[in-house]
């Protein structure tokens, strides 16, 4: 793969098509190293229509080692959700620019694409990686399909159907997280199983499984119990440093005090990590998620980053949201969705039993309300990383 990469860096050349070439006026050759810098700063959609350029730059543009370097220099986000298009079986993803949210058209470059599997009762993005969306169906109750999906490329790839064969539990409920190995420059799905079983002197016992799926297998690989308490289900699973991070508590109702479980995706294990050591943190009502690609906790209108993970020291307040509080409506803050380069965050809230998304100004503390009203969506960066290893 490297030499094939290597010798493009010798051949490719950029040249004047024919159809626009004169013996006066023509475009100058340049080097291959110039060309690459040009063309991974370049949008997805472009790219993929720039492919049937030349042969040369088609192996430039879907070579992996391309693939890597254009989502390092990539800046261009979307705002993703599947809609149900008219019948159970059909559904769409409607995709938003990101910066539509400063808009009152939230039509604005809106982008339909078909769900491309019939095998799903009721598909929700559960998570998102370099690109790719990783889409559960969270309501089928014998097995669990997980598909992955890079819309801006139009590749997906469904995984090994996982089935719930636990025996005689209640209570069973499920998370998903997904994320990037780098030890082994591959991806991992990660299905974390919740339930509650009878133990030998008829107690009731909450454990908790995982099952990883290594992308270019064909199986799920199932890892020891994990010795921390119970999945949440009503919270997100999120990739950050390397590992995938849930709340959860020791009790299956949240009554005691929540915390962090991280699983290293390398090593396979799991470890605990306590949230801030502050009294103004509610720690049996807590929200994960990532921010700046900081593992982030929101306490109530308090936004918590942990500056170097798995030290809990490193948590620092980054910001209170202040006025949330409209005379006529009131927003509980949900999720962190993303943070703009002029520190405006966009954030996901709920206020009179409607989800909307707000964008908070950290600077002057104002906030202004978008067009948008959705839940289950997520933000995700274009790429051209393929899901099919």
């Not at 599997?117 to 169906?137: E, H, K, R, W």
Request: with cysteine; hydrophobic share 40%.
């Amino acid at each position: 793969m490297e030499e094939t990469y290597a010798a493009m860096n010798k051949q490719l050349t950029l040249i004047s098509p024919p159809s626009f070439s004169s013996d006066d006026d023509s475009l100058p050759i340049l080097p291959f190293d110039l060309i690459e810098e040009i063309l991974c700063r370049l949008p997805v959609k472009l790219l993929l229509q720039l492919r049937c350029v030349c042969n040369s730059w088609n192996s430039l543009i879907s070579h992996p080692k391309f693939s890597k370097k254009h989502l390092r220099m990539s800046t261009t986000c979307r705002i993703h959700r599947i809609r149900r298009n008219h019948g159970r079986s059909k559904f769409l993803l409607k995709s938003y620019t990101l910066h539509s949210v400063f808009t009152d058209d939230v039509t604005t470059d809106v982008m339909h694409l078909s769900f491309p599997s019939t095998s799903f009762y009721l598909p929700s993005i559960v998570a998102s990686c370099n690109g790719i969306l990783c889409i559960a169906d969270l309501y089928q109750t014998s097995s669990i399909h997980v598909l992955l999906w890079n819309p801006s490329i139009r590749k997906f790839k469904e995984l090994p159907l996982l089935e719930k064969a636990i025996g005689h539990v209640i209570n069973l409920t499920s998370g998903f997280g997904f994320g990037y190995d780098s030890s082994t420059d591959n991806y991992k799905v990660v299905v974390v199983l919740g339930y509650t079983v009878l133990d030998n002197n008829l107690n009731y016992v909450n454990k908790t499984d995982m099952m990883v799926h290594t992308l270019g297998t064909n199986f799920w690989k199932s890892i020891q119990e994990c010795p921390f308490g119970d999945v949440c289900t009503k919270q997100y699973v999120i990739f950050v440093s390397g590992t995938i991070n849930w709340l959860t508590s020791i009790d299956k109702y949240r009554q005691s005090a929540l915390f962090i479980v991280s699983f290293d995706l390398e090593k396979e294990f799991c470890r605990k990590v306590l949230p801030p050591d502050d009294e103004g943190v509610d720690v049996s009502n807590l929200t994960l998620g990532v921010l700046r690609d900081f593992l982030c906790i929101i306490s109530g209108n308090d936004v918590w980053v942990m500056k170097e993970y798995g030290i809990q020291e490193s948590w620092t307040k980054l910001f209170t949201l202040s006025n949330m509080q409209d005379p006529s409506k009131s927003y509980m803050l949900f999720k962190v969705l993303y943070t703009f380069e002029d520190d405006k965050v966009l954030l996901q809230c709920i206020g009179n039993g409607k989800w909307i998304l707000v964008v908070y100004d950290l600077i002057n503390g104002t906030f202004k309300l978008t067009k948008f009203e959705c839940n289950f969506l997520e933000v995700c960066v274009e790429s051209l990383i393929s899901p099919c290893f």
